[in-house]
Nanobody
């Protein structure tokens, strides 16, 4: 079993950048596919970006070219670099482990989330 703790959220203006981190404990993330999801108020949780245990990545079309997902297995940490942020990116961001791609219901382990707020 793996425990996940997100950090790095905050408030930024449109066009700004943030880097989210997800620190894992209890197990090594090297064994898992990992992903980021987000949930805005009144909306369903959606997949943002995923990175497989062999390094392949997948992105939601809405973030392609702006967000980059990466993993450092030695630090047991997942990252999400977010550039050119838009107000529509405002949401609670969650990391997840042991699933497939960015398919929500396939993931077993979840963090508590970190809030990202983008003002226009």
């Amino acid at each position: 079993q793996v425990q996940l703790v997100e950090s790095g959220g905050g408030s930024v203006q449109a066009g700004g950048s943030l880097r989210l981190s997800c620190a894992a404990s209890g197990s090594t993330i090297g064994a898992y596919n990992m992903a980021w999801f987000r949930q805005a108020p009144g909306k369903e949780r959606e997949g943002v970006a995923g990175v497989g245990k062999y390094g392949g990545t997948v992105y939601n079309d809405s973030v392609k070219g702006r967000f980059t997902v990466s993993r450092d297995n030695n630090k047991n940490t997942l990252y999400l670099q977010m550039n050119d942020l838009k107000p529509d990116d405002t949401a609670m961001y969650y990391c997840a482990a042991n699933g497939f791609g960015i398919v929500l219901r396939t993931y077993d382990y979840w963090g508590q989330g970190t809030q990202v707020t983008v003002s226009s």
